[in-house]
């Protein structure tokens, strides 16, 4: 058989491509997937998965099959691949394009994977695939510009994580498809928000789209097999079938309201207005959090809680680090708390200093270290999520200028298949300010509950020879 009826066969059965070049059967849905792709001149295909089917694979054969069947005499495909972050894009869709191209003698003599575009070799400029992104920061319109200024008559947008991009960048892939002969979009992702371009293609225009769902429910006979239907029962036995995290990544549906935003306002608001009994709160270990002023427009706050109630902060500016312990001893010894919580990066490590030179040591927090609970990417994660979990078991929150905004304005996504807070600079440029309050409070969460008088609490009550169980937390002011 000819190179010439080989691509005619592949362009018209992409599954083909797959076993010709690389020996592999694509999965039920994969399968399904690469027809819609093929099925006509201009097709959309909105692909809605549960963590690991191999989506990302599908992308990649894809690209392949753009690129090695769409070609004509002076007429070269071309194409544009993005995903939620240049880092997603480099380590998933990008990494997986790659290692295709690696299994074909006959990619790898016709084409070049770099590091921005995957091209033919003799016709770099007019026949290629770039690898495309935006800023972490960027917004609706900034993200939507992302595929602008890509025109041909032969073209083709694969989208990987689009489950929280921008709907705006559907747009230009439209207006791409506007004036070609052979146009293809392909969008792939965790349906983890309602507010994205996956739910946009999969819910509100799929007459337009074919929509496929891929789910790893045990329950389904139709679940792909390349995600364990063991990890997947223990994810559903754990945390029940009506959980967010479950939903979007075992069962591949979208959790009713979205899982973008961690607190809601009414949420936040009710906390300030929850009062707890004394028996509910005052057997439970006095803590401090301290978030340390990072930059001169930065506080440094100190935050006292005791079980489910928290109380009014203190602030401070433009302060040292010896002077940041020396207020966390009074704050210690006015209220006797029992464990001091000190974010341990930059001017942290010298409180943290100073406190163990005064035979107090602080525990160090890291923002960026290992969580307790594997579904968190970070402490800070797993710490801001056990603060959501306490304020809607009705924690009690003191009223204070800005902390309702501070708790309401981070959002969280998934990576790597683990809840992942906004990071600290971002919620920043958006507020204006720093969550400083937030962070410390969040600080006192770095440990799970534990009770009063524990063995930090005890060795401290030997030392100082008052009795902590007598103490009212609501008789002192800090």
């Known amino acids: 058989m000819s190179a010439e009826e080989d691509l005619s066969r592949w362009r018209c059965n992409p599954a083909v491509m797959v076993w ?27 692909m809605r998965a549960c963590a690991g089917p191999g989506k990302s694979t599908v992308l990649a054969w894809c690209i392949v099959n753009h690129m090695l069947t769409q070609a004509g005499v002076g007429d070269h495909p071309v194409g544009a691949a993005i995903s939620i972050t240049a880092d997603n894009l480099r380590d998933n869709l990008w990494a997986e394009l790659a290692r295709w191209h690696g299994r074909s003698e006959l990619l790898r003599a016709q084409f070049t994977h770099s590091a921005e575009l995957y091209f033919q070799n003799e016709n770099k400029k007019t026949w290629f695939i770039s690898a495309r992104s935006f800023a972490r920061s960027a917004n609706a319109e900034e993200q939507g510009r992302t595929l602008s200024g890509l025109h041909a008559r032969r073209i083709l947008y694969a989208i990987d994580e689009a489950g929280d991009i921008s709907p705006s960048v559907l747009n230009a892939a439209e207006q791409g498809l506007s004036t070609c002969e052979v146009g293809k979009i ?85 906390s300030m207005r929850s009062r707890p009994a004394d028996e509910d709160y005052r057997h439970s270990q006095r803590r401090l959090g301290v978030d340390v002023a990072r930059f001169g427009d930065d506080r440094t706050v100190i935050f006292p809680r005791q079980g489910l109630v928290a109380f009014e902060p203190v602030t401070m500016r433009d302060a040292r680090g010896h002077d940041i312990a020396a207020r966390i001893m009074l704050a210690k010894e006015k209220w006797q708390s029992e464990v001091e919580f000190v974010d341990g990066s930059g001017v942290g490590a010298s409180v943290l200093d100073s406190l163990l030179q005064s035979g107090n040591p602080g525990i160090a927090v890291a923002f960026a270290g290992r969580p307790d609970d594997p579904r968190y990417l970070n402490k800070r994660s797993e710490m801001w999520f056990r603060m959501k979990d306490w304020i809607e078991r009705s924690g009690s929150l003191p009223r204070v200028d800005g902390l309702v905004r501070e708790l309401t304005e981070p959002t969280y996504t998934f990576t790597h298949g683990k809840y992942h807070l906004e990071e600290k600079d971002q919620i920043k440029r958006r507020l204006g300010y720093s969550p400083d309050l937030a962070d410390a409070l969040a600080c006192t969460f770095c440990w799970s509950e534990r009770p009063g008088g524990d063995a930090i609490g005890q060795m401290r009550a030997q030392r100082t020879g008052r009795v902590l169980s007598d103490f009212d937390p609501l008789a002192v002011k800090m």
Do not use: C, K
């Open 20 to 46: 010709d070049l690389f020996g592999a059967t694509p999965d039920t849905w994969q399968a399904e997937a690469l027809r819609a792709y093929s099925s006509a001149p201009i097709s959309r295909v909105s």
């Open 186 to 270: 392909l969008v792939a992702g965790n349906p983890t928000s309602m507010s994205g371009l996956l739910y946009q293609t999969a819910v509100h225009l799929r007459d337009r789209w074919h929509v496929i769902r891929i789910t790893a429910d045990p329950a389904d006979p139709n679940r792909s097999p390349r995600v364990s239907l063991e990890w997947a029962q223990q994810q559903i036995d754990t945390y029940g079938r009506d959980n967010a995290w479950v939903q979007a990544y075992v069962l591949g549906e979208f959790p009713p309201g979205g899982i973008n935003s961690l607190l809601s306002v009414d949420q936040v608001e009710a």
